[in-house]
């Protein structure tokens, strides 16, 4: 008995890690397909891009790096697919090295499926270091602060896409893809604080949700999508389940399984400091 | 001169970037925008730069010095140096075919393999930490358990009520905390930027006095 207790709370880390694995494995086979509940705040932000009027400028903020791309590429596409789908313009641009290369691969499927064109309906700025002085001369001239280059190295000033985008203000809405620090604070500090921008909504990684829903609540952002689940949850709003959808079952399970190890771990721990009681 | 030259300098530079929040100003707008946003770029790249002059120096002495695991600092120098390659001959740079065959087939992946790593560390720490020791332990396992529940469609599918548990969790115990930590960490960063800008903190210019 003792030896069982022993082993309860002092489960050896492996058969963690293999049941862990075997949980977040087996739902890629036997799908669950439970059904996915809508937060008000990934609604919101979904209502946001949907209503907006036709043939408005959207700035992408692909603030993120490439390990992001579980959470980060399903609502990436998710929002890039709807806002082209409604007739928007949209303008992605990164502080991050990974951001632009990154949502140029993952974006080529939703780009082809919608027929968006390359300087007509969308253009990718590339990466731009030193996020704050960028931002900041976007204000008075985005060709300018962009050295006239786009992603490619073609001249932006040539694109029709830029007639609708000169500065800043131009702005219709913000989507900032948060992964930490540049991310969402530094777009409201630059842009919404200065009353460039009014609408900004944002993608963020699980760990960074907690800190985007306070910004939400105090009305700085006017929607928050947050990790897989907020993935899965726009996903489903756009009509299109994607990669987020199907690792729901995986998160749940994982979820679960944590949950089952600590309560083990914590009979274990009741049951060893019962029997010490008694002993003493 | 090496130090009262650099304080001046931040002075005058935090000193414009302050009144042209404060101000209205054509001139000073056209200053800041024009000069003193391209100099933070310009200094940025050249960091960068240093960056990867420092890590060709660091790990060519480790891989000359034979210095233990420096096998692993081989494998760096020579990803950095066949992608940094790639960038600069590819006719596309970072969006040619060939450049990107090798960005998603080895940056893409480990990058996310490390990542997702975390979930086993995660899962091995929660099981060995959250133990029900004392109020304050109970209370942050039971948490965990609410919020991870309330966080996937399984959760919703045992009870209900966890989503919305873990919203209410979210939004009046996590919020009013986490506004809390913001507004000390900002006044602490304001206090840590005056301190810069008046000299009072050196630290950074060749430490100590």
Redesign the interface.
């Known amino acids: 008995m003792q030896g069982l207790i022993r082993r309860m709370?002092n489960?050896d880390?492996r058969v963690?890690?293999a049941i862990?694995?075997l949980a977040?494995a087996l739902p890629m086979f036997f799908t669950?397909g439970?059904?996915?509940?809508i937060?008000t705040y990934v609604e919101a932000a979904y209502n946001v891009v949907n209503e907006l009027p036709e043939g408005s400028v959207i700035w992408i903020g692909c603030e993120y790096?490439?390990?992001?791309?579980?959470e980060i590429k399903p609502m990436l596409q998710a929002f890039a697919r709807l806002a082209l789908q409604k007739g928007h313009y949209i303008y992605i641009g990164s502080a991050f090295a990974?951001g632009c290369?990154?949502a140029?691969?993952w974006l080529q499927g939703v780009f082809a499926e919608t027929g968006a064109v390359n300087g007509e309906n969308y253009v990718i700025f590339g990466y731009?270091?030193?996020f704050?002085?960028?931002m900041?001369?976007v204000?008075?001239s985005v060709v300018e602060a962009m050295s006239d280059r786009d992603?490619?190295?073609n001249k932006l000033s040539d694109k029709p896409i830029m007639k609708h985008f000169e500065k800043a203000s131009d702005i219709d809405l913000v989507i900032v893809f948060d992964s930490g620090s540049p991310g969402s604070d530094d777009y409201i500090a630059v842009w919404r604080s200065q009353g460039e921008v009014n609408l900004m909504i944002c993608g963020a990684t699980?760990v960074e949700l907690?800190?985007q829903?306070?910004k939400y609540?105090a009305g700085l952002l006017q929607g928050v999508v947050g990790?897989m689940?907020g993935a899965a949850q726009l996903e489903k709003l756009v009509g299109v389940p994607g990669s987020a959808t199907k690792g729901?079952?995986s998160?749940?399970?994982?979820?679960?399984?944590?949950?089952a190890?600590?309560v083990i771990?914590?009979i274990g721990?009741?049951l060893a400091k019962k029997q010490d009681k008694k002993v003493s | 001169m090496r130090k009262t030259v650099p304080i001046i300098i931040t002075f005058i530079a935090g000193a414009i970037m302050i009144l042209e929040s404060y101000i209205q100003s054509d001139f000073l707008y056209k200053f800041v925008q024009s000069y003193l946003a391209r100099a933070v770029t310009v200094s940025t790249a050249w960091a960068v730069g240093l960056g990867a002059v420092n890590i060709i120096r660091v790990h060519g002495r480790r891989i000359q010095n034979k210095r233990p695991s420096y096998f692993y600092s081989i494998v760096l120098l020579i990803t950095f140096f066949w992608f940094s390659i790639l960038g600069f001959v590819m006719q596309k740079h970072n969006s040619d075919v060939f450049y990107l065959f090798f960005y998603d087939n080895i940056l893409l992946n480990l990058s996310a393999t490390m990542y997702s790593v975390l979930a086993f560390y995660i899962g091995s720490a929660a099981y060995r930490s959250f133990r029900v020791r004392s109020i304050d332990a109970t209370m942050l396992l039971l948490t965990s358990i609410i919020v991870m529940l309330g966080a996937v469609p399984i959760g919703q599918a045992i009870w209900p009520g966890f989503p919305t548990l873990s919203s209410w969790i979210g939004a009046n115990i996590n919020t009013p905390v986490l506004r809390a930590m913001t507004i000390g960490l900002t006044l602490g960063g304001l206090t840590q930027s005056m301190r810069n800008l008046i000299g009072i903190e050196r630290g950074h210019l060749s430490g100590g006095e």
């Open positions: 709370y489960v880390r963690i890690y862990l694995l977040m669950l439970l059904p996915i509940n937060d790096s490439a390990s992001q791309i579980a990974d290369t990154t140029h691969n731009r270091p030193s704050n002085s960028t900041e001369a204000r008075s992603h490619y190295g699980g907690p800190n829903l306070v609540d990790g689940n729901m079952d998160q749940g399970l994982a979820h679960l399984t944590i949950i190890f600590m771990g914590n721990y009741l």
